[in-house]
């Protein structure tokens, strides 16, 4: 399940958090993958003060922008090197 930041604009830090931790659960649960796009600002503002289960649940972000970078391992050059 994928969500977007979107999805708690407007909540409540306390309604976010429970369901960031429902979505936790049922993923756990169902084997599955629970995704969130969230800034770490607002997931900072969320998981304060802090719980380990959401904690350990997030992934570091690794991001490259350079001339060897691409997407999934694919490369996209535009025509005529642009």
């Known amino acids: 399940m994928i969500h ?5 604009d ?5 309604q976010a958090r429970r369901a960031l ?3 936790r659960e049922v ?5 599955g993958q629970y995704i969130v796009l969230m800034n770490s ?21 690794r991001l490259t922008d350079d001339e060897h970078g691409g997407l999934f391992g694919f490369r996209f050059d535009l025509p005529g090197g642009a």
């Open 27 to 31: 993923a756990v649960a169902e084997h």
């Open 41 to 61: 600002d607002e997931f900072e503002r969320i998981n304060d003060p802090v719980d380990e289960r959401l904690t350990t649940a997030v992934l570091s972000t």
């Open 21 to 23: 931790l429902l979505g």
């Open 4 to 8: 977007a930041s979107h999805l708690f």
């Open 10 to 14: 407007g909540v409540d830090k306390r």
